[in-house]
């Protein structure tokens, strides 16, 4: 028990009104205030309950318990909500991936949109000129990317678990399909918790990553050639064995997977068997195929993927004769597409793996002559920085969770000199509301930026993840 909890497993049998809902997936409800709370002027205490949703009356029992709020599973529900949904997956509850499947699928968008404009109201103090309307797609077997956690350690002896952790928790979850994964890899669930037991090393292989491509020929006669390639990448502590190399071998054949082998660090990720394959996916409105490794950083959402493309490069208003820069670009996702249509397009990473990706992808596009990448380290930019990279009409920045808040200050910087290096247009993709929120406030009441409209995608569906999209001109 943590210091300053109570004990924990308290039933409460007095129905609460929950009034809202967490990212978390964690209805709230706030408490009568007692004696001493409604003497001070205080609202109750706000209390967190797992499976609740908002306008449903319910029982529940805290599992933690603090001064200020406490932690609540749901016990019994009095008064469901309309918007309450039957959770697909026989694991929801267990497993920590999808909190929201118990939510309709357009509560869920709308509460994710009402998080990224409560987020530029409060943190950004802007109004977007425009709220986007928000962009779904396939809501089940869309996730193309994951890894999936073993542990030689169950209730049922001598039963390896293959999965996602459950819920705030080091344990595996006891799964043997997942609804977002694509079905064939969903399948494979038990049959690599068979594999791995088979393996001398059992205890050894902590973890398999996961990652679905394009067939190769969509519209091949070959089944082979049709079928989407699958990869899979056994993480192992210590080395394999002959007979745990055919036993691998002999489970690529018969489920028509690729195996890959990373016995160190991520640089030692390898192809093992068969030795040659091709992971792509693609970009049709573009004309773009783009071979990545299943350890690279792609979108795991490949439909949702294409539609945030097509939309970042229509918001961009790309011209013919621009320059424009293409920043944390990875393996070209945006980078490419954008040649397509630009004058010319600086990608920057700062990965070398990436970068080195990305300058293969357009090789492979025809596209090197349109698209130059660098590496260079985008949480450290100065105005001197941007100056390096030269004049580019328009921008486009897809940053991680940590948001590009020194690029950002930089444009502020450069817009008190009155620098002409400012671009005209900017675009930002999002993963996180907040730090996108707080980029807003810098560019648009320091840097001379306005919001001209955000909005969500549903990249993550039945997830808290909140991916997002801006775009901003300069506010002459």
Request: hydrophobic share 40%; glycine share 6%; net charge neutral.
């Amino acid at each position: 028990m943590r210091r300053g909890e109570k004990p924990v497993n308290i039933v409460v049998t007095e129905p609460v009104l929950i009034e809202a809902l967490d990212l978390d997936a964690q209805g709230i409800a706030r408490l009568p205030p007692n004696a001493e709370e409604a003497a001070q002027g205080q609202g109750g205490k706000v209390v967190f309950i797992q499976g609740a949703l908002p306008t449903e009356r319910v029982t529940y029992v805290i599992t933690r318990d603090k001064a200020r709020f406490s932690k609540a599973k749901l016990l019994d529900i009095i008064q469901p909500a309309v918007f309450r949904a039957k959770p697909k997956c026989a694991a929801f509850g267990v497993c920590g991936g999808c909190t929201m499947q118990h939510l309709d699928i357009r509560a869920q968008i709308a509460m994710k949109q009402r998080v990224l404009e409560d987020d530029l109201q409060h943190i950004a103090k802007v109004k977007p000129d425009e709220i986007f309307r928000p962009m779904g797609g396939p809501t089940w077997e869309y996730r193309h990317r994951a890894r999936l956690s073993a542990v030689n350690r169950s209730i049922k002896k001598g039963t390896v678990l293959v999965g996602f952790h459950e819920g705030k928790s080091g344990y595996v979850a006891d799964m043997t399909a997942c609804e977002i994964l694509p079905q064939h890899v969903s399948n494979l669930l038990p049959e690599l918790r068979k594999l791995i037991m088979s393996l001398s090393i059992v205890d050894y292989v902590p973890q398999v990553e996961l990652a679905v491509g394009e067939a190769e020929e969509p519209n091949s006669s070959d089944p082979n050639k049709a079928r989407p390639v699958t990869a899979l990448v056994f993480r192992h502590l210590k080395p394999l064995t002959s007979a745990d190399e055919q036993c691998l071998k002999d489970f690529a054949d018969q489920h028509h997977v690729w195996v890959w082998l990373q016995p160190k660090g991520i640089e030692t990720v390898a192809p093992f068997y068969p030795e040659t394959g091709k992971l792509c996916y693609r970009l049709p409105e573009f004309e773009i195929e783009m071979p990545f490794k299943p350890a690279d950083f792609t979108q795991v959402n490949h439909l949702m993927n294409r539609t945030l493309v097509s939309k970042a490069i229509r918001l961009l208003e790309v011209q013919p004769s621009d320059r424009v820069l293409d920043l944390f670009c990875g393996i070209g996702n945006f980078t490419l597409p954008l040649a397509r249509k630009a004058r010319s397009v600086l990608g920057i990473e700062g990965l070398a793996s990436l970068t080195t990706r990305a300058k293969a992808n357009a090789e492979h596009n025809h596209l090197a002559d349109k698209a130059n990448f660098m590496q260079s380290d985008l949480f450290e930019v100065t105005p001197e920085t941007i100056a390096s990279w030269g004049y580019a009409q328009r921008w486009l920045m897809d940053p991680p969770r940590e948001g590009a808040m020194e690029i950002c200050l930089a444009l502020a910087s450069l817009h008190a000199q009155q620098d002409p290096l400012l671009p005209e247009r900017i675009v930002y993709v999002s993963c996180n509301p907040k730090t996108l929120a707080r980029d807003v406030e810098i560019l648009c009441h320091q840097a001379g930026y306005r919001l001209l409209g955000a909005g969500i995608i549903n990249m993550f569906p039945h997830t808290s993840h909140v991916e997002s999209i801006a775009v901003f001109v300069r506010d002459e």
